[in-house]
């Protein structure tokens, strides 16, 4: 027997109610922002978005490695109920990851494939968990709910940069 639509069956048995409105925003808000990126001429991708700024594509790498740091978190607070771990040098992981020197079409697969695995874990988020606490850094506990809406607010800050000066904006 299927569980209801808002369960998800534990490896352990039992079932956990899934976080459903939290996942369906968390899904339209990122499908928003792809609609954007997707949007974005591809001649702008090693345009710097302001002087001395990073380029499109480096932001968009940026973008990348929030996902992967995010993905360690929520599952983390999701499966442990506690989530405790460093924030990222973000010059130094997109230096290390050479983003700039990527393909724009390459660096959008990867940003899809990132985002799908992330709306995935966030679809399997006990409604119980989100109230897990989450310290990252040096920074106050926060929610998991709290990192989970301030993931998409990352987003939108970021997509901004992405069209400054562009008529998507």
Request: glycine share 8%; aromatic share 8%; hydrophobic share 40%.
């Amino acid at each position: 027997m299927r569980a209801p639509a808002n369960e998800i069956t534990l490896s352990q048995g039992g079932t956990a109610r899934v976080a459903s409105g939290l996942s369906q925003k968390f899904r339209a808000d990122l499908d928003d922002v792809h609609r954007t990126l997707i949007s974005l001429p591809v001649d702008l991708a090693d345009v710097p978005w302001r002087e001395g700024g990073w380029t499109r594509k480096q932001i968009v790498g940026h973008l990348l490695d929030s996902a992967a740091n995010n993905r360690q978190r929520f599952v983390r607070a999701a499966t442990e109920g506690t989530y405790t771990g460093p924030k990222y040098a973000q010059d130094a992981w997109v230096a290390a990851h050479g983003y700039a020197s990527q393909s724009w079409d390459t660096l959008l697969g990867w940003w899809e494939a990132e985002h799908e695995i992330l709306m995935t874990v966030v679809d399997h988020i006990s409604e119980d968990r989100l109230e897990a606490s989450c310290v990252v850094g040096d920074d106050a506990p926060v929610t998991l709910r709290y990192l989970v809406e301030d993931y998409v607010r990352h987003q939108y800050w970021h997509l901004r940069q992405l069209t400054a000066g562009t008529s998507a904006t």
